[in-house]
């Protein structure tokens, strides 16, 4: 590998602090942070969260609940200077969501969004949590801007560092337990395959609660020493000023990001002329994105793939070598990726072959939170089962074809139908409710909602939107809801999804 990995994230800031301390770490809005003050913004919230946890932080949990700002970033290094394991939750789940996610994360402390400060409060009475640090501008976590202070304070490595929430295919989130190490390690072998320059410019437009956006974006950053721009809220039009304005030259997206942008009325006239590359993960790349975006902005995009359960990224197109237009790239330094038999997972199958893809190293997940099960059925002899069928090409090139789970991905966002359809069986209306995803050539996957009523119950499909947005967070919220008669079954009276699926996708 290029770079030998550092112990924990926290060491490389530190070595960073220390090598480039005058350089602009965080720019969001009008605000900025150097790596001297970035470092010593980390250590001042990081004693402060060790003083209200106490002296058993390092076996503790602790969330943060916030949108996209320099004091994000901060949070998210102060929490694991303190050795706690960090919980990234989204700030725009509504209560109904982070409920069961906190109590089975049970963390020490909560830190959040002042704006979230109602909910937040309802729902850590709930379950029991006492300690709550609100942040917003009585309280910024910048306030150890200039104080020199040192972050001198590790965690242990191989303790557990990130507890990152996925969807479960039973509709529920799991909680992956990933180690300071692994996180840290992975950020050196993602480097070894995309080798970022001393002192880039960053734009993290997605959000950095997802695995993808702290890795690609948060810790790609202090690994390079480089400036990470920050975006509170996306909108097309600030993310093509920005490009220019702050003359980015790594962008990382998703397929719904360039699709989005090369959509806006700005992108032609913008000047992209700093982009030296991009990056697209988190759901497929169709070949035609990625050839329209790379002939109107003379910059190649870099694909890769992953999972949160693999720490997260697995394969990458290289920076300087081959990139192949709908690949996932080649496997990453210190990394074992195989494709076996999808129906017994131990015939390892040979190039060209379809099947599940299965990996190892020291990413991977250490397992579920509080589920054995589920644990046992994902990590198999040393192997993490991802779920994902693919096959590789005769040069060791990944191609992602399918996904074994019924999940869809909506504008990179994993939704599990599942849980959409247990929020409507919960209104007193519906007496049956079935999701399926559909193709979307601007989200990459739609939802369409089929429900049947109860006798005599009268509602209609805008009333049923609404209560699906007091429920659950914009993305989960399908594009359409159909209220029929009858819900195609198969001969044994399941709900036939791919009859449905074949129904929805004609509309
Ligand atoms: P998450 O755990 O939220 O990062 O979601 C991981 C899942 O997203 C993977 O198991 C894949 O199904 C999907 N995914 C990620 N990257 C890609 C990609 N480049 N192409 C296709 N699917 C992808």
């Not at 719904?256 to 497929?284: I, N, P, Q, V």
């Amino acid at each position: 590998m290029t770079t030998p990995p550092f112990p924990t994230v926290v060491h490389m800031l530190a070595v960073g602090a220390a090598a480039a301390p005058d350089r602009e770490a965080l720019r969001c809005g009008g605000e900025s942070l150097s790596y001297r003050d970035y470092a010593a913004c980390v250590a001042g919230f990081a004693g402060e969260l060790t003083v209200a946890v106490g002296p058993d932080v390092a076996q503790s949990r602790i969330a943060v609940v916030m949108a996209n700002s320099i004091d994000t970033a901060v949070a998210i290094y102060a929490v694991a200077a303190t050795g706690a394991q960090l919980v990234p939750l989204n700030p725009a789940y509504t209560a109904h969501e982070l409920e069961p996610i906190l109590s089975d994360a049970d963390p020490a402390l909560i830190v959040f969004d002042v704006a979230l400060e109602g909910m937040l409060r309802e729902v850590a009475a709930r379950i029991g949590v006492e300690r709550l640090i609100a942040i917003g501008p009585d309280k910024r976590l910048t306030a150890w801007h200039g104080s020199g202070r040192a972050l001198d304070s590790f965690p242990d490595p191989d303790n557990l560092g990130l507890l990152q929430y996925t969807g479960g295919t039973t509709g529920r989130s799991k909680g992956v337990n990933l180690t300071h190490r692994a996180v840290a390690t992975n950020v050196a072998q993602r480097d070894a395959l995309l080798p970022s320059e001393d002192g880039e410019r960053i734009l993290a437009v997605t959000p950095l609660y997802h695995s993808y956006a702290m890795a690609m974006g948060l810790h790609l950053a202090s690994h390079c020493r480089g400036t990470l721009v920050l975006l509170p809220r996306y909108h097309p039009k600030d993310v093509l000023d920005l490009i220019a304005r702050e003359r980015i030259t790594l962008f990382s997206g998703s397929p719904t990001l360039f699709t989005g942008l090369m959509g806006h009325a700005d992108f032609a006239a913008t000047d992209f002329s700093s982009l030296k590359l991009c990056f697209s993960g988190a759901s497929a790349l169709p070949v035609e994105t990625l050839r329209r975006w790379e002939e109107a902005t003379g910059c190649g995009i870099c694909e890769g793939y992953g999972q949160t359960e693999a720490g997260p990224v697995l394969t990458y197109n290289p920076r300087h070598g081959v990139r192949k237009a709908g690949s996932v790239g080649t496997v990453l330094p210190w990394t074992e990726v195989q494709i076996v038999d999808v129906e017994t997972g131990t015939k390892v199958l040979p190039v060209g072959e379809t099947g599940e893809v299965r990996a190892r190293g020291p990413q991977i997940m250490s397992g579920y939170r509080n589920r054995p099960e589920e644990t046992a059925t994902a990590l198999r002899d040393g192997w993490l089962y991802t779920g994902d069928i693919g096959a590789f090409d005769e040069d060791g090139y990944l191609f992602i074809r399918d996904r074994k789970k019924d999940m869809a991905i909506v504008g990179g966002f994993n939704v599990y139908p599942r849980e959409i359809e247990e929020v409507l069986c919960a209104h007193p209306a519906i007496a049956e409710a079935a999701v399926v995803a559909v193709a979307d050539l601007y989200r990459g996957e739609a939802l369409h909602a089929y429900v049947t009523l109860k006798d005599n119950a009268g509602a209609d499909a805008d009333s049923l939107l609404d209560f699906l947005k007091e429920r659950l967070t914009k993305y989960k919220v399908p594009a359409r809801i159909v209220i029929t008669d009858a819900i195609p079954k198969t001969s044994v009276g399941k709900i036939d999804k791919v009859a449905l699926r074949a129904v929805a996708q004609a509309k």
